[in-house]
Structures are given as structure tokens and as C-alpha cells.
T-cell receptor, first 118, second 112 residues
Framework: GAGVSQSPRYKVAKRGQDVALRCDPI?????LFWYQQALGQGPEFLTY????????KSGLPSDRFFAERPEGSVSTLKIQRTQQEDSAVYLC????????????????FGDGTRLSIL | GQQVMQIPQYQHVQEGEDFTTYCNSS?????IQWYKQRPGGHPVFLIQ?????EVKKQKRLTFQFGEAKKNSSLHITATQTTDVGTYFC????????????FGKGTKLSVIP
């Protein structure tokens, strides 16, 4: 596709349920990022993949959060035993990642998944 | 850890007035990026500044990177209703870091 695709756009879950959020990056993009954006705040880094390798997961809030990108393309962010504080928009971004540091590359964001935990 | 601060948090301007948002980092940045997020939308990349003292223009938008590479600004001349949104600056999380640290953004409202 032309851009980063995320699904679902909206997810409502009861506290304690597990959720899975999907990201389909721009074809050929090596780097993939997950961010969490609370209302009125900037995106906060969660984790980073270079191809299938998860090189940085320092932003994941707890061990209930898990991300994978097994074939180096589509990625899934899983949240186990959801809590109300997990309610936020989860953004996925991808970049070419062809240069030395991926933080130098412009990032292309998807529309996000708005997660509401009841 | 690194912090990126933006001011003001909100700005309401009359259409045609100018607008400026300022970004300050607690550490020296190798580069800084600016993004715009429309209401209900996702962040969209605007520009990247790399050199000390760099100034770049995009039509009515002027971006500056400070001499010490710790601050940046975005200035919009003669705002239009299409400029409405939140403007974020973002810098690398540290030397060799893959992260981008975003500021909290400046939300711009334009009164027609």
C-alpha cells in the first residue's frame, strides 16, 4: 500500500482482556516503530524493529506489552491483561532505515489504533 | 533522560496573523524533525534540520535550528485555516539511539 496501515482503528476491551494491534508498514521500509500517544501529549516511544530484529524495547511500560515482527514486515503489538491506564492511541511508524542511525530518517505514521479499556 | 520541551502549549490566532512555536532540548541534538498532526489524524513529517544555525523554508513555514543545536523554532507567516493542528518537534533519544523523543506539541487554532 501507499502508506502505513494499522488495524483495527478502534478497539474497546474490558479490563483484563488481551488485545493485539496490527501494523503493516510501507513496503521496503526496514525500520518500524511503535508509539503510545495519550490525549494532548506527543507520541511516546515504545519499541523499535530493524527488519525482524527488535533492537530497542526500552519504552514498553511493562512486561504485559509485547511486540513482534517475525518476517520483517507486518508487526503486532500485544497487550496482555489490559489495564485502564493502557487506554491511548497506539501509533506505528516506518522509515527506510538505510542510513547509519534510523533516528535520522523521516518517519511515516499510520492512523493509529485508539484503544479504550473499560 | 533527554527531554524535549515546546512552548506554547496552545496558540489561538486570527487568520492572517503569524505564529511561532519553540522547541528546547535538554541535550545537544544531531538533528531535529518537525511533524504536524491534524485533529483526528496522525503525525506527518514536515522537515528535518541537521546543521547548526540551519534555516529552511517551506512556503509560509520557516524552520530554524539553533547554533548550539539545542533549540529550534517553527514560524508560520499569515496563518490560514488549513494550518490548524498540533505541531511537534522531535529529536533523537541520544547518540546512536533509534528513538525519537517528541515534545508535547503546540496546538494551533486559527480563527477565520
Amino acid at each position: 500500500g501507499a502508506g502505513v496501515s494499522q488495524s483495527p482503528r478502534y478497539k474497546v476491551a474490558k479490563r483484563g482482556q488481551d488485545v493485539a494491534l496490527r501494523c503493516d508498514p510501507i513496503s521496503g521500509h526496514v525500520s518500524l516503530f511503535w508509539y503510545q500517544q495519550a490525549l494532548g501529549q506527543g507520541p511516546e516511544f515504545l519499541t523499535y524493529f530493524q527488519n525482524e530484529a527488535q533492537l530497542d524495547k526500552s519504552g514498553l511500560p511493562s512486561d504485559r506489552f509485547f511486540a513482534e515482527r517475525p518476517e520483517g514486515s507486518v508487526s503486532t503489538l500485544k497487550i496482555q491483561r489490559t489495564q485502564q491506564e493502557d487506554s491511548a492511541v497506539y501509533l506505528c511508524a516506518s522509515s527506510l532505515g538505510a542510513q547509519y542511525f534510523d533516528s535520522n530518517q523521516p518517519q511515516h505514521f499510520g492512523d493509529g489504533t485508539r484503544l479504550s479499556i473499560l | 533522560g533527554q527531554q524535549v520541551m515546546q512552548i506554547p502549549q496552545y496558540q489561538h490566532v486570527q487568520e492572517g496573523e503569524d505564529f511561532t512555536t519553540y522547541c528546547n532540548s535538554s541535550t545537544t541534538l544531531s538533528n531535529i524533525q518537525w511533524y504536524k498532526q491534524r485533529p483526528g489524524g496522525h503525525p506527518v513529517f514536515l522537515i528535518q534540520l541537521v546543521k547548526s544555525g540551519e534555516v529552511k523554508k517551506q512556503k509560509r513555514l520557516t524552520f530554524q535550528f539553533g547554533e548550539a543545536k539545542k533549540n529550534s523554532s517553527l514560524h508560520i507567516t499569515a496563518t490560514q485555516t488549513t494550518d490548524v493542528g498540533t505541531y511537534f518537534c522531535a529529536g533523537p533519544g541520544g547518540a546512536g539511539s533509534y528513538q525519537l523523543t517528541f515534545g508535547k506539541g503546540t496546538k494551533l487554532s486559527v480563527i477565520p
